[in-house]
């Protein structure tokens, strides 16, 4: 009686229990997170001359690490704990879809530029937004994500506050386009836990 009343309290958890070809996946992409941030931090494409911004490893870093929440992380309690539905398969391609578009395009978005906004720029930077805000709220939960889209709302209507709080709001394509390519936003934060920057 006291193990059934314990077990429905706790609940299954917010991790899944992946078995098959899903758990085999989500192993492979972990060892693969591994052994690139080992290699990057090492400095191993240095030793064969290769030119890569660290934006570019930071792209894929963050690729695998949407992957590995979408594939292991439930969207809720009520969720499947023993299975992974198909719109979290959609969001895993679409996760590991922006941060290897982003890694092979940055030497490009540099070169031509990274404040030029285009609608692919635009459509890719939401995208990644939103998948790294839903994967926070999955595994932080709702705080952090409605501090940082109160932040994304200040920004753009900071026109309406008075004082010393108000200023020019920033157009919500600057505002994505920023946040997507910009070296000191999205992906400073994803530096922080993929660099010796984070120790």
């Not at 229990?17 to 400095?43: D, E, T």
């Not at 963050?62 to 439930?74: N, Q």
């Not at 004082?163 to 070296?183: A, K, M, Q, S, V």
């Amino acid at each position: 009686m006291k193990t059934a009343i314990a077990s429905k309290v706790e609940g299954p958890g917010k991790y899944r229990k992946l078995h098959g070809l899903a758990l085999l996946w989500q192993r492979v992409m972990c060892i693969i997170l591994a052994v690139m941030g080992v290699s990057f931090i090492l400095g191993v494409h240095t030793t064969f001359r290769l030119a890569i911004f660290q934006e570019q490893y930071l792209s894929l870093f963050l690729a695998l690490v949407l992957a590995s929440i979408f594939l292991g992380v439930r969207p809720s309690r009520n969720s499947a704990a023993d299975r992974v539905p198909w719109y979290d398969i959609v969001l895993m391609v679409c996760g590991l879809g922006v941060g290897t578009y982003t890694a092979i395009y940055y030497p490009g978005f540099v070169m031509t530029s990274i404040g030029i906004i285009t609608p692919a720029r635009l459509v890719v930077g939401l995208l990644m937004i939103l998948l790294t805000l839903e994967a926070v709220r999955r595994v932080i939960g709702w705080s952090v994500v409605m501090v940082v889209c109160g932040g994304l709302l200040y920004a753009n209507f900071k026109y309406l506050f008075p004082g010393l709080f108000g200023g020019r709001g920033i157009p919500w394509d600057t505002l994505i386009n920023y946040l997507y390519l910009d070296p000191n936003a999205l992906f400073s934060m994803v530096g922080i836990a993929a660099t010796r920057r984070g120790m």
